[in-house]
Protein backbone atom coordinates (compact mmCIF):
# COMPACT_ATOMS: atom_id res chain seq x y z
CA UNK A 1 0.00 0.00 0.00
CA UNK A 2 0.94 3.37 -0.46
CA UNK A 3 2.46 5.92 1.97
CA UNK A 4 -0.39 8.22 3.08
CA UNK A 5 -0.70 12.08 3.01
CA UNK A 6 0.34 13.12 6.21
CA UNK A 7 1.51 16.90 6.67
CA UNK A 8 1.08 19.86 4.26
CA UNK A 9 3.16 23.06 4.50
CA UNK A 10 1.06 25.99 3.56
CA UNK A 11 2.08 29.24 1.79
CA UNK A 12 -0.29 31.88 1.43
CA UNK A 13 -2.90 30.22 -0.13
CA UNK A 14 -1.03 27.25 -1.81
CA UNK A 15 0.15 24.24 -0.89
CA UNK A 16 4.06 24.35 -0.79
CA UNK A 17 5.32 21.01 1.09
CA UNK A 18 4.11 17.37 1.33
CA UNK A 19 5.40 15.10 4.09
CA UNK A 20 4.04 11.20 3.49
CA UNK A 21 4.17 8.16 6.01
CA UNK A 22 2.72 5.65 7.67
CA UNK A 23 1.21 5.60 10.50
CA UNK A 24 -0.62 2.97 12.98
CA UNK A 25 -2.39 2.65 16.15
CA UNK A 26 -2.58 -0.93 18.15
CA UNK A 27 -4.05 -2.34 20.95
CA UNK A 28 -3.05 -5.42 22.65
CA UNK A 29 -5.00 -7.64 19.92
CA UNK A 30 -3.83 -5.86 17.12
CA UNK A 31 -4.25 -2.66 14.90
CA UNK A 32 -6.73 -0.21 15.69
CA UNK A 33 -6.41 2.44 12.85
CA UNK A 34 -3.64 3.01 10.22
CA UNK A 35 -2.73 5.21 7.51
CA UNK A 36 -0.56 4.55 5.13
CA UNK A 37 1.10 0.61 4.73
CA UNK A 38 1.28 -0.63 8.35
CA UNK A 39 2.96 -3.47 7.28
CA UNK A 40 6.01 -1.29 6.43
CA UNK A 41 9.06 -2.00 7.60
CA UNK A 42 11.28 0.23 8.95
CA UNK A 43 14.02 1.43 11.24
CA UNK A 44 12.89 2.28 14.42
CA UNK A 45 16.12 4.10 15.03
CA UNK A 46 16.18 5.78 18.24
CA UNK A 47 12.15 5.15 18.73
CA UNK A 48 13.06 1.64 19.84
CA UNK A 49 15.48 2.73 23.24
CA UNK A 50 12.89 1.37 25.96
CA UNK A 51 13.26 -1.83 23.83
CA UNK A 52 16.47 -1.47 24.06
CA UNK A 53 16.86 -0.86 27.98
CA UNK A 54 14.90 -4.24 28.50
CA UNK A 55 17.37 -6.35 29.31
CA UNK A 56 18.74 -3.43 31.54
CA UNK A 57 16.02 -4.37 34.08
CA UNK A 58 14.74 -7.96 33.35
CA UNK A 59 18.26 -8.89 34.12
CA UNK A 60 18.84 -7.26 37.41
CA UNK A 61 21.83 -5.53 35.66
CA UNK A 62 19.70 -1.45 37.02
CA UNK A 63 19.26 -2.95 40.06
CA UNK A 64 22.28 -4.25 40.85
CA UNK A 65 23.86 -1.36 39.85
CA UNK A 66 21.44 0.99 41.59
CA UNK A 67 20.14 2.55 38.97
CA UNK A 68 17.54 5.21 39.30
CA UNK A 69 14.46 5.98 37.47
CA UNK A 70 16.07 9.14 36.25
CA UNK A 71 19.04 7.17 34.92
CA UNK A 72 16.42 4.69 33.58
CA UNK A 73 14.57 8.08 31.72
CA UNK A 74 18.16 8.69 30.39
CA UNK A 75 18.86 4.96 29.11
CA UNK A 76 15.95 5.87 27.15
CA UNK A 77 17.26 8.86 25.80
CA UNK A 78 18.24 11.03 22.63
CA UNK A 79 19.31 13.70 24.64
CA UNK A 80 20.54 16.96 23.92
CA UNK A 81 24.13 16.76 25.64
CA UNK A 82 23.06 19.66 28.28
CA UNK A 83 25.10 19.93 31.42
CA UNK A 84 22.17 17.87 32.82
CA UNK A 85 22.53 14.83 30.72
CA UNK A 86 26.41 15.41 30.14
CA UNK A 87 26.92 15.13 33.75
CA UNK A 88 24.01 11.87 34.64
CA UNK A 89 26.14 10.56 32.33
CA UNK A 90 29.74 10.98 33.81
CA UNK A 91 28.79 10.42 37.19
CA UNK A 92 26.96 6.49 36.05
CA UNK A 93 30.39 5.87 34.48
CA UNK A 94 32.15 7.26 37.37
CA UNK A 95 29.86 4.86 39.59
CA UNK A 96 30.68 1.75 36.89
CA UNK A 97 34.64 2.42 37.79
CA UNK A 98 34.23 3.06 33.48
CA UNK A 99 35.64 6.10 31.54
CA UNK A 100 34.11 8.19 28.63
CA UNK A 101 36.86 6.00 26.40
CA UNK A 102 34.85 2.99 27.44
CA UNK A 103 31.76 4.54 25.59
CA UNK A 104 31.34 3.14 21.95
CA UNK A 105 28.90 5.88 20.51
CA UNK A 106 31.32 8.41 18.79
CA UNK A 107 31.34 12.17 19.38
CA UNK A 108 28.93 15.09 17.78
CA UNK A 109 28.03 18.18 19.06
CA UNK A 110 25.17 18.39 21.30
CA UNK A 111 22.09 20.40 20.20
CA UNK A 112 21.95 22.07 24.04
CA UNK A 113 21.98 25.65 22.80
CA UNK A 114 24.22 26.48 26.35
CA UNK A 115 26.83 23.30 25.94
CA UNK A 116 26.93 24.03 22.51
CA UNK A 117 28.19 27.76 22.75
CA UNK A 118 30.12 26.54 25.93
CA UNK A 119 32.30 24.19 23.96
CA UNK A 120 32.47 26.03 20.22
CA UNK A 121 33.89 29.65 22.24
CA UNK A 122 36.02 27.84 24.20
CA UNK A 123 36.99 25.77 21.57
CA UNK A 124 36.39 22.76 23.29
CA UNK A 125 35.21 19.51 21.12
CA UNK A 126 32.28 17.37 22.50
CA UNK A 127 33.56 14.07 24.24
CA UNK A 128 30.91 10.79 23.69
CA UNK A 129 29.17 11.99 26.75
CA UNK A 130 27.72 14.55 24.57
CA UNK A 131 26.42 12.22 22.07
CA UNK A 132 22.66 11.54 22.08
CA UNK A 133 23.03 8.24 22.82
CA UNK A 134 25.28 8.10 25.97
CA UNK A 135 22.78 7.37 27.95
CA UNK A 136 21.60 4.08 26.01
CA UNK A 137 25.14 3.09 26.04
CA UNK A 138 25.57 3.75 29.44
CA UNK A 139 23.02 1.21 30.33
CA UNK A 140 24.29 -1.11 27.46
CA UNK A 141 27.53 -0.89 30.33
CA UNK A 142 25.90 -1.30 32.80
CA UNK A 143 24.04 -4.76 31.34
CA UNK A 144 27.85 -6.05 30.25
CA UNK A 145 29.00 -5.42 33.35
CA UNK A 146 26.08 -7.96 34.46
CA UNK A 147 26.72 -10.42 32.03
CA UNK A 148 30.25 -10.13 32.06
CA UNK A 149 31.08 -9.40 28.24
CA UNK A 150 33.87 -7.77 26.25
CA UNK A 151 34.15 -4.51 25.80
CA UNK A 152 33.59 -4.07 22.10
CA UNK A 153 29.09 -4.28 23.26
CA UNK A 154 28.52 -2.56 20.17
CA UNK A 155 29.29 -5.61 17.91
CA UNK A 156 25.89 -7.32 16.64
CA UNK A 157 26.90 -10.36 17.91
CA UNK A 158 27.88 -9.46 21.71
CA UNK A 159 26.15 -10.49 24.56
CA UNK A 160 24.70 -6.99 25.45
CA UNK A 161 23.27 -6.64 21.40
CA UNK A 162 21.97 -10.50 21.52
CA UNK A 163 19.77 -9.88 24.69
CA UNK A 164 18.44 -6.69 22.77
CA UNK A 165 17.42 -8.26 19.51
CA UNK A 166 15.71 -11.03 21.61
CA UNK A 167 13.83 -8.52 23.39
CA UNK A 168 13.05 -6.94 19.96
CA UNK A 169 12.00 -9.75 18.36
CA UNK A 170 10.00 -10.72 21.43
CA UNK A 171 7.81 -7.60 21.85
CA UNK A 172 7.50 -6.74 18.25
CA UNK A 173 6.36 -10.30 17.49
CA UNK A 174 8.49 -10.69 14.57
CA UNK A 175 11.59 -12.17 13.26
CA UNK A 176 13.93 -9.11 11.94
CA UNK A 177 14.33 -9.16 8.36
CA UNK A 178 17.91 -7.28 9.33
CA UNK A 179 19.82 -4.54 11.26
CA UNK A 180 21.54 -1.24 10.10
CA UNK A 181 24.30 0.02 12.42
CA UNK A 182 22.42 3.12 13.67
CA UNK A 183 24.43 6.86 14.11
CA UNK A 184 25.81 5.44 17.80
CA UNK A 185 27.23 1.96 16.32
CA UNK A 186 25.01 -0.23 18.01
CA UNK A 187 22.96 -2.56 15.53
CA UNK A 188 19.43 -1.62 14.76
CA UNK A 189 17.39 -3.88 13.63
CA UNK A 190 14.21 -3.68 11.42
CA UNK A 191 10.35 -4.32 11.94
CA UNK A 192 7.14 -3.23 10.75
CA UNK A 193 5.30 -0.44 11.83
CA UNK A 194 2.68 -2.76 13.09
CA UNK A 195 5.27 -4.83 14.78
CA UNK A 196 6.49 -1.25 16.52
CA UNK A 197 3.16 -0.50 17.61
CA UNK A 198 2.19 -3.74 18.86
CA UNK A 199 5.43 -3.04 20.77
CA UNK A 200 4.24 -0.13 22.16
CA UNK A 201 0.77 -1.15 23.00
CA UNK A 202 2.19 -4.14 25.23
CA UNK A 203 4.55 -1.75 26.77
CA UNK A 204 1.17 0.47 27.51
CA UNK A 205 -0.60 -2.50 28.94
CA UNK A 206 2.15 -4.08 30.84
CA UNK A 207 1.33 -7.24 33.25
CA UNK A 208 2.86 -8.18 36.66
CA UNK A 209 5.70 -10.67 34.99
CA UNK A 210 8.78 -10.14 34.96
CA UNK A 211 8.89 -8.37 31.11
CA UNK A 212 5.47 -6.54 32.29
CA UNK A 213 7.39 -5.06 35.49
CA UNK A 214 10.31 -3.94 33.09
CA UNK A 215 7.91 -2.42 30.48
CA UNK A 216 5.97 -0.77 33.41
CA UNK A 217 9.13 0.47 34.53
CA UNK A 218 10.71 1.82 31.88
CA UNK A 219 7.52 3.93 30.58
CA UNK A 220 6.94 5.21 34.21
CA UNK A 221 10.97 6.52 34.23
CA UNK A 222 9.86 8.33 30.90
CA UNK A 223 7.00 10.15 31.85
CA UNK A 224 8.63 10.91 35.30
CA UNK A 225 11.58 12.37 33.82
CA UNK A 226 10.51 14.30 30.45
CA UNK A 227 13.77 16.54 30.71
CA UNK A 228 16.13 13.17 30.60
CA UNK A 229 14.27 11.62 27.43
CA UNK A 230 15.38 14.62 25.15
CA UNK A 231 15.92 18.62 26.47
CA UNK A 232 14.72 21.71 26.65
CA UNK A 233 12.56 22.60 23.58
CA UNK A 234 12.53 19.16 22.07
CA UNK A 235 9.69 17.82 21.34
CA UNK A 236 9.44 14.74 23.26
CA UNK A 237 10.29 16.70 26.52
CA UNK A 238 7.59 19.66 25.25
CA UNK A 239 5.18 16.64 24.58
CA UNK A 240 5.15 14.61 27.85
CA UNK A 241 5.22 17.82 30.10
CA UNK A 242 2.25 19.02 28.09
CA UNK A 243 0.43 15.37 28.58
CA UNK A 244 1.30 15.49 32.67
CA UNK A 245 3.21 12.46 32.50
CA UNK A 246 0.00 10.67 31.13
CA UNK A 247 1.82 9.14 27.76
CA UNK A 248 5.40 8.39 26.95
CA UNK A 249 6.62 9.68 23.64
CA UNK A 250 9.89 8.92 21.64
CA UNK A 251 11.04 10.14 18.49
CA UNK A 252 13.79 8.22 15.99
CA UNK A 253 15.78 9.37 13.62
CA UNK A 254 14.66 9.80 9.89
CA UNK A 255 11.19 10.73 10.60
CA UNK A 256 10.35 8.31 13.48
CA UNK A 257 7.57 8.41 16.32
CA UNK A 258 6.57 6.05 18.87
CA UNK A 259 3.69 6.78 21.83
CA UNK A 260 2.58 4.65 24.70
CA UNK A 261 -0.71 5.36 26.49
CA UNK A 262 -1.21 3.35 29.41
CA UNK A 263 -4.31 4.76 30.51
CA UNK A 264 -5.50 3.75 26.83
CA UNK A 265 -3.71 0.44 26.83
CA UNK A 266 -2.58 1.56 23.16
CA UNK A 267 0.53 2.37 21.13
CA UNK A 268 1.47 4.19 18.14
CA UNK A 269 4.43 3.96 15.76
CA UNK A 270 4.79 6.10 12.93
CA UNK A 271 6.98 7.21 9.98
CA UNK A 272 7.58 10.08 7.87
CA UNK A 273 8.29 8.21 4.20
CA UNK A 274 11.38 11.12 3.49
CA UNK A 275 12.84 11.61 6.79
CA UNK A 276 11.86 14.71 8.08
CA UNK A 277 11.81 15.15 11.73
CA UNK A 278 9.12 18.44 11.40
CA UNK A 279 6.77 15.77 9.78
CA UNK A 280 6.81 13.12 12.33
CA UNK A 281 6.98 15.98 15.21
CA UNK A 282 3.28 17.27 13.55
CA UNK A 283 1.90 13.58 13.14
CA UNK A 284 2.48 12.24 16.36
CA UNK A 285 0.79 15.73 17.55
CA UNK A 286 -2.59 15.24 15.09
CA UNK A 287 -2.47 11.55 16.50
CA UNK A 288 -2.16 12.58 19.91
CA UNK A 289 -4.93 14.93 19.45
CA UNK A 290 -6.89 12.32 17.66
CA UNK A 291 -6.83 9.90 20.45
CA UNK A 292 -7.79 13.11 22.83
CA UNK A 293 -4.71 12.38 25.20
CA UNK A 294 -3.27 16.22 24.10
CA UNK A 295 -5.19 19.45 24.75
CA UNK A 296 -5.73 21.26 21.53
CA UNK A 297 -5.56 24.81 23.34
CA UNK A 298 -1.91 23.56 24.83
CA UNK A 299 1.06 25.56 23.11
CA UNK A 300 2.69 22.30 21.60
CA UNK A 301 -0.18 21.97 19.44
CA UNK A 302 0.89 25.07 17.72
CA UNK A 303 4.40 24.53 17.93
CA UNK A 304 4.94 21.47 16.18
CA UNK A 305 1.13 21.55 14.21
CA UNK A 306 -1.23 24.14 13.54
CA UNK A 307 0.70 26.98 14.33
CA UNK A 308 1.62 29.70 12.01
CA UNK A 309 4.60 29.73 9.89
CA UNK A 310 6.99 32.71 10.07
CA UNK A 311 9.62 34.63 8.34
CA UNK A 312 12.50 36.82 9.59
CA UNK A 313 10.01 39.96 10.25
CA UNK A 314 7.75 37.96 12.26
CA UNK A 315 5.33 38.03 8.93
CA UNK A 316 2.71 35.28 8.99
CA UNK A 317 3.53 33.34 5.74
CA UNK A 318 2.16 30.13 6.18
CA UNK A 319 0.88 27.32 8.03
CA UNK A 320 1.73 23.85 8.75
CA UNK A 321 -1.47 21.25 8.55
CA UNK A 322 -2.69 17.83 8.68
CA UNK A 323 -3.51 16.34 5.16
CA UNK A 324 -7.00 15.27 4.21
CA UNK A 325 -7.58 11.49 5.98
CA UNK A 326 -5.17 12.06 8.02
CA UNK A 327 -6.53 13.04 11.78
CA UNK A 328 -5.48 16.07 13.93
CA UNK B 1 0.01 13.08 -12.37
CA UNK B 2 1.92 11.90 -8.99
CA UNK B 3 5.46 12.78 -7.98
CA UNK B 4 8.54 10.16 -9.26
CA UNK B 5 10.55 8.52 -7.08
CA UNK B 6 14.11 10.72 -7.07
CA UNK B 7 16.03 9.78 -3.87
CA UNK B 8 16.65 6.94 -1.55
CA UNK B 9 18.35 6.77 1.56
CA UNK B 10 19.57 3.55 2.02
CA UNK B 11 20.83 1.89 5.51
CA UNK B 12 22.39 -1.74 5.15
CA UNK B 13 20.66 -3.36 2.70
CA UNK B 14 17.26 -1.72 3.21
CA UNK B 15 15.82 1.62 1.94
CA UNK B 16 14.85 3.72 4.79
CA UNK B 17 13.49 6.83 3.44
CA UNK B 18 12.61 8.18 0.09
CA UNK B 19 12.36 11.32 -1.68
CA UNK B 20 9.71 12.20 -4.17
CA UNK B 21 9.51 14.99 -6.89
CA UNK B 22 9.07 16.47 -10.19
CA UNK B 23 11.85 17.75 -12.08
CA UNK B 24 11.94 19.02 -16.02
CA UNK B 25 14.63 20.09 -18.49
CA UNK B 26 13.88 22.72 -21.27
CA UNK B 27 15.48 23.78 -24.03
CA UNK B 28 13.86 27.17 -25.72
CA UNK B 29 11.00 25.16 -27.65
CA UNK B 30 9.91 23.29 -24.45
CA UNK B 31 9.85 20.30 -22.32
CA UNK B 32 12.93 17.96 -23.20
CA UNK B 33 12.78 15.59 -20.60
CA UNK B 34 10.09 14.87 -17.36
CA UNK B 35 9.83 12.84 -14.41
CA UNK B 36 6.68 13.40 -12.10
CA UNK B 37 4.28 16.42 -13.17
CA UNK B 38 6.35 18.82 -15.23
CA UNK B 39 3.03 21.01 -14.53
CA UNK B 40 3.17 20.89 -10.84
CA UNK B 41 2.88 24.38 -9.62
CA UNK B 42 5.47 25.25 -6.68
CA UNK B 43 6.85 29.18 -5.50
CA UNK B 44 10.17 29.14 -6.58
CA UNK B 45 11.81 30.02 -3.85
CA UNK B 46 15.25 31.86 -4.10
CA UNK B 47 15.75 29.99 -7.37
CA UNK B 48 14.46 32.59 -9.04
CA UNK B 49 16.72 35.58 -7.72
CA UNK B 50 17.92 35.73 -11.01
CA UNK B 51 14.77 36.54 -12.53
CA UNK B 52 14.07 39.06 -9.98
CA UNK B 53 17.19 40.83 -10.63
CA UNK B 54 16.27 40.97 -14.52
CA UNK B 55 14.78 44.71 -13.60
CA UNK B 56 17.80 46.15 -11.65
CA UNK B 57 19.57 45.21 -15.08
CA UNK B 58 17.11 45.90 -17.98
CA UNK B 59 16.38 49.65 -16.42
CA UNK B 60 19.89 50.69 -16.78
CA UNK B 61 19.83 50.88 -12.65
CA UNK B 62 22.79 48.59 -12.21
CA UNK B 63 24.92 50.83 -14.49
CA UNK B 64 24.10 53.74 -12.94
CA UNK B 65 25.13 52.72 -9.76
CA UNK B 66 28.24 51.45 -11.02
CA UNK B 67 27.38 47.40 -10.34
CA UNK B 68 29.85 44.99 -10.63
CA UNK B 69 29.30 41.34 -11.59
CA UNK B 70 30.62 40.52 -7.94
CA UNK B 71 27.42 42.37 -6.75
CA UNK B 72 25.05 40.98 -9.32
CA UNK B 73 26.25 37.74 -8.46
CA UNK B 74 25.51 38.98 -4.73
CA UNK B 75 21.60 39.87 -6.09
CA UNK B 76 21.57 36.66 -7.55
CA UNK B 77 22.67 34.73 -3.66
CA UNK B 78 21.26 32.46 -0.89
CA UNK B 79 24.72 33.36 0.84
CA UNK B 80 26.09 32.22 4.34
CA UNK B 81 26.14 35.74 5.90
CA UNK B 82 29.98 35.18 5.63
CA UNK B 83 32.68 38.25 6.39
CA UNK B 84 32.78 38.88 2.30
CA UNK B 85 28.92 38.75 1.85
CA UNK B 86 28.40 41.36 4.89
CA UNK B 87 31.25 43.39 3.71
CA UNK B 88 30.16 43.28 0.36
CA UNK B 89 26.29 43.78 1.46
CA UNK B 90 27.90 47.25 3.53
CA UNK B 91 29.72 48.62 0.53
CA UNK B 92 26.93 48.81 -1.54
CA UNK B 93 24.69 50.10 1.05
CA UNK B 94 27.34 52.77 1.46
CA UNK B 95 27.19 53.64 -2.11
CA UNK B 96 23.78 54.07 -2.24
CA UNK B 97 24.23 56.50 0.82
CA UNK B 98 21.52 53.77 2.72
CA UNK B 99 21.53 51.68 6.15
CA UNK B 100 21.32 48.07 6.96
CA UNK B 101 17.95 49.58 8.74
CA UNK B 102 16.96 50.86 5.07
CA UNK B 103 16.79 46.68 4.42
CA UNK B 104 13.34 44.63 4.87
CA UNK B 105 14.76 41.49 4.98
CA UNK B 106 15.12 40.85 8.55
CA UNK B 107 17.55 38.79 10.98
CA UNK B 108 19.16 35.82 11.23
CA UNK B 109 21.82 34.20 12.07
CA UNK B 110 24.54 33.41 8.85
CA UNK B 111 25.10 29.84 8.25
CA UNK B 112 29.05 30.57 7.80
CA UNK B 113 30.65 28.85 10.92
CA UNK B 114 33.33 31.21 11.00
CA UNK B 115 30.88 34.47 10.88
CA UNK B 116 28.22 32.57 13.44
CA UNK B 117 30.99 31.64 15.93
CA UNK B 118 31.95 35.53 16.05
CA UNK B 119 28.57 36.68 16.67
CA UNK B 120 28.03 33.59 19.15
CA UNK B 121 31.17 34.22 21.24
CA UNK B 122 30.59 37.88 21.69
CA UNK B 123 27.58 37.84 22.69
CA UNK B 124 26.44 39.90 19.24
CA UNK B 125 23.10 39.69 17.15
CA UNK B 126 22.93 39.34 13.22
CA UNK B 127 21.94 42.17 11.42
CA UNK B 128 20.01 42.55 8.00
CA UNK B 129 23.05 42.47 6.61
CA UNK B 130 23.46 38.98 7.28
CA UNK B 131 20.17 37.62 5.84
CA UNK B 132 21.11 35.39 3.01
CA UNK B 133 18.50 37.20 0.86
CA UNK B 134 20.58 40.70 1.68
CA UNK B 135 22.40 40.71 -1.95
CA UNK B 136 19.11 40.86 -3.35
CA UNK B 137 17.48 43.14 -1.10
CA UNK B 138 20.75 45.55 -1.99
CA UNK B 139 19.77 45.04 -5.51
CA UNK B 140 15.86 45.99 -4.90
CA UNK B 141 17.04 49.34 -2.95
CA UNK B 142 19.61 49.87 -6.52
CA UNK B 143 16.16 49.64 -8.36
CA UNK B 144 14.21 51.30 -6.03
CA UNK B 145 17.15 54.69 -6.22
CA UNK B 146 16.51 54.29 -9.82
CA UNK B 147 12.49 54.30 -10.10
CA UNK B 148 12.53 56.25 -6.96
CA UNK B 149 10.13 54.62 -5.01
CA UNK B 150 9.12 54.56 -1.67
CA UNK B 151 11.09 52.67 1.38
CA UNK B 152 8.49 50.03 1.67
CA UNK B 153 9.80 48.05 -1.46
CA UNK B 154 8.88 44.60 -0.35
CA UNK B 155 4.82 45.41 -0.56
CA UNK B 156 3.78 43.71 -4.00
CA UNK B 157 1.99 46.74 -5.56
CA UNK B 158 5.73 48.73 -4.93
CA UNK B 159 7.21 49.30 -8.46
CA UNK B 160 10.05 47.36 -7.23
CA UNK B 161 7.52 44.22 -6.58
CA UNK B 162 5.74 45.13 -10.05
CA UNK B 163 8.87 44.95 -12.15
CA UNK B 164 10.17 41.97 -10.52
CA UNK B 165 6.36 40.02 -11.24
CA UNK B 166 6.16 41.33 -14.87
CA UNK B 167 9.51 40.25 -15.57
CA UNK B 168 8.60 36.50 -13.83
CA UNK B 169 5.66 36.57 -15.69
CA UNK B 170 7.20 37.05 -19.00
CA UNK B 171 10.22 34.83 -18.48
CA UNK B 172 8.03 32.17 -17.11
CA UNK B 173 5.58 32.22 -20.02
CA UNK B 174 2.69 32.28 -17.54
CA UNK B 175 0.24 34.15 -15.78
CA UNK B 176 1.46 33.56 -12.21
CA UNK B 177 -1.30 31.98 -10.03
CA UNK B 178 -0.78 33.52 -7.30
CA UNK B 179 2.02 34.77 -4.66
CA UNK B 180 3.04 34.11 -0.97
CA UNK B 181 5.82 36.29 1.06
CA UNK B 182 9.08 34.76 1.63
CA UNK B 183 11.23 33.97 4.09
CA UNK B 184 12.67 37.78 3.70
CA UNK B 185 9.57 39.12 2.65
CA UNK B 186 9.21 40.02 -0.65
CA UNK B 187 6.83 38.58 -2.77
CA UNK B 188 7.57 34.84 -4.50
CA UNK B 189 5.34 34.13 -7.31
CA UNK B 190 3.98 30.68 -8.34
CA UNK B 191 4.80 29.36 -11.71
CA UNK B 192 4.74 25.74 -12.75
CA UNK B 193 8.16 23.62 -12.81
CA UNK B 194 8.11 23.90 -17.02
CA UNK B 195 7.61 27.69 -16.71
CA UNK B 196 10.55 28.43 -14.74
CA UNK B 197 12.41 25.21 -16.43
CA UNK B 198 11.96 27.68 -19.60
CA UNK B 199 13.16 30.16 -17.54
CA UNK B 200 16.28 28.81 -16.90
CA UNK B 201 16.75 27.82 -20.91
CA UNK B 202 15.50 31.35 -21.88
CA UNK B 203 18.55 32.52 -19.43
CA UNK B 204 20.80 29.57 -21.20
CA UNK B 205 20.07 30.78 -25.10
CA UNK B 206 19.73 34.58 -24.40
CA UNK B 207 19.96 37.15 -27.55
CA UNK B 208 20.87 40.10 -27.98
CA UNK B 209 18.40 41.87 -27.13
CA UNK B 210 18.15 43.75 -24.16
CA UNK B 211 16.44 41.22 -21.89
CA UNK B 212 18.75 38.79 -23.52
CA UNK B 213 22.18 40.86 -22.47
CA UNK B 214 20.82 41.16 -18.87
CA UNK B 215 20.08 37.80 -18.76
CA UNK B 216 23.52 36.95 -20.12
CA UNK B 217 24.91 39.39 -17.71
CA UNK B 218 23.86 37.90 -14.20
CA UNK B 219 24.78 34.33 -15.72
CA UNK B 220 28.09 35.41 -16.29
CA UNK B 221 28.01 36.93 -12.97
CA UNK B 222 26.52 34.20 -11.09
CA UNK B 223 29.15 31.37 -13.32
CA UNK B 224 32.57 34.01 -12.43
CA UNK B 225 31.25 34.48 -8.46
CA UNK B 226 30.18 31.10 -7.19
CA UNK B 227 31.59 32.46 -3.86
CA UNK B 228 29.31 34.77 -3.64
CA UNK B 229 26.05 33.37 -4.34
CA UNK B 230 26.37 30.72 -1.34
CA UNK B 231 29.46 30.46 0.19
CA UNK B 232 31.91 27.77 1.55
CA UNK B 233 30.35 24.77 2.06
CA UNK B 234 27.18 25.25 -0.09
CA UNK B 235 25.93 23.62 -3.13
CA UNK B 236 25.55 26.29 -5.01
CA UNK B 237 29.20 27.13 -4.71
CA UNK B 238 30.69 24.03 -5.14
CA UNK B 239 28.49 22.74 -7.78
CA UNK B 240 29.69 25.61 -10.04
CA UNK B 241 33.17 25.18 -9.43
CA UNK B 242 32.83 21.93 -9.63
CA UNK B 243 31.65 22.02 -13.04
CA UNK B 244 34.44 25.43 -13.78
CA UNK B 245 31.85 27.70 -14.25
CA UNK B 246 29.85 26.24 -17.50
CA UNK B 247 26.91 25.91 -15.58
CA UNK B 248 25.23 28.60 -13.62
CA UNK B 249 23.15 26.39 -10.57
CA UNK B 250 20.67 27.89 -7.81
CA UNK B 251 18.66 26.25 -4.94
CA UNK B 252 15.75 27.59 -3.63
CA UNK B 253 14.03 26.87 0.48
CA UNK B 254 11.55 23.98 0.10
CA UNK B 255 13.46 21.52 -2.12
CA UNK B 256 13.92 23.58 -4.83
CA UNK B 257 16.66 24.08 -7.51
CA UNK B 258 17.37 25.43 -10.98
CA UNK B 259 20.17 25.18 -13.34
CA UNK B 260 20.94 27.46 -16.54
CA UNK B 261 23.36 25.36 -18.74
CA UNK B 262 24.32 28.00 -21.30
CA UNK B 263 26.59 25.64 -23.75
CA UNK B 264 23.80 23.27 -24.37
CA UNK B 265 21.01 25.76 -24.33
CA UNK B 266 19.09 24.00 -21.40
CA UNK B 267 17.48 24.78 -18.04
CA UNK B 268 16.30 22.53 -15.35
CA UNK B 269 14.33 23.07 -12.60
CA UNK B 270 13.26 20.70 -9.88
CA UNK B 271 11.48 20.26 -6.74
CA UNK B 272 11.47 18.00 -3.72
CA UNK B 273 7.65 17.19 -2.93
CA UNK B 274 8.60 17.10 1.12
CA UNK B 275 10.94 20.13 0.93
CA UNK B 276 14.05 18.51 1.80
CA UNK B 277 17.33 20.00 1.01
CA UNK B 278 19.28 17.08 0.52
CA UNK B 279 16.55 15.72 -1.54
CA UNK B 280 17.00 18.78 -4.22
CA UNK B 281 20.71 18.74 -4.04
CA UNK B 282 20.90 15.30 -4.95
CA UNK B 283 18.43 15.38 -7.60
CA UNK B 284 20.34 18.68 -9.45
CA UNK B 285 23.96 16.28 -9.05
CA UNK B 286 22.12 13.24 -10.47
CA UNK B 287 20.69 15.58 -13.52
CA UNK B 288 24.02 17.50 -13.76
CA UNK B 289 25.01 14.08 -14.12
CA UNK B 290 22.78 12.80 -16.63
CA UNK B 291 23.13 15.82 -18.96
CA UNK B 292 27.27 15.22 -18.78
CA UNK B 293 28.19 18.32 -17.35
CA UNK B 294 28.91 17.08 -14.48
CA UNK B 295 32.31 14.86 -14.12
CA UNK B 296 31.36 11.79 -11.85
CA UNK B 297 34.60 11.23 -10.04
CA UNK B 298 34.24 15.11 -8.55
CA UNK B 299 33.99 15.19 -5.26
CA UNK B 300 30.83 16.87 -5.30
CA UNK B 301 29.23 13.93 -6.22
CA UNK B 302 29.64 12.09 -3.75
CA UNK B 303 29.24 14.81 -1.06
CA UNK B 304 25.96 15.59 -2.03
CA UNK B 305 24.63 12.02 -3.86
CA UNK B 306 26.34 9.02 -3.99
CA UNK B 307 28.73 9.12 -1.25
CA UNK B 308 28.23 6.67 1.70
CA UNK B 309 26.82 7.74 5.15
CA UNK B 310 28.78 7.75 8.01
CA UNK B 311 27.96 7.77 11.68
CA UNK B 312 29.73 9.39 14.24
CA UNK B 313 32.47 7.21 14.69
CA UNK B 314 33.13 7.14 11.21
CA UNK B 315 31.59 3.87 10.26
CA UNK B 316 29.89 3.45 6.65
CA UNK B 317 25.99 2.67 7.53
CA UNK B 318 24.62 3.56 4.32
CA UNK B 319 24.15 5.46 1.11
CA UNK B 320 22.38 7.50 -1.16
CA UNK B 321 21.24 6.69 -4.70
CA UNK B 322 18.67 7.30 -7.45
CA UNK B 323 16.06 6.15 -7.37
CA UNK B 324 15.15 3.51 -10.12
CA UNK B 325 13.36 5.42 -13.07
CA UNK B 326 15.45 8.47 -12.11
CA UNK B 327 18.53 9.03 -13.93
CA UNK B 328 21.91 9.92 -12.72
Known sequence: MRAAEMIELWRGDRRESLHLGHAVICDSAGVVEAWGSPGEVIFPRSSCKMIQA????????????????????????????????????????????????????????????????????????????????????????????????GPEYVEPDHPVQKAAKAAFEEVTGEDSPGYGIDGCSAPNHACSLTGLASAMAAFASSGGDRRGQAMRRLTDAMRAHPEMVAGEGRACTSLMRAMRGKVAVKTGAEGVFVAILPEQGLGIALKAQDGASRASEAAIVALLLHLQVLDRDDPVVSTYLTGPIRNWRGIVTGEMRTAPGFPG
Do not use: Y
Request: charged share 25%; proline share 3%; with cysteine.
Open 54 to 149: LPLVESGAADAAGLSDRQLALACASHNGAHIHVEAVDRWLTALDLQETDLRCGCHMPKDTEENRRLTCSDQKPDQRHNNCSGKHAGFLTLNRHLGG
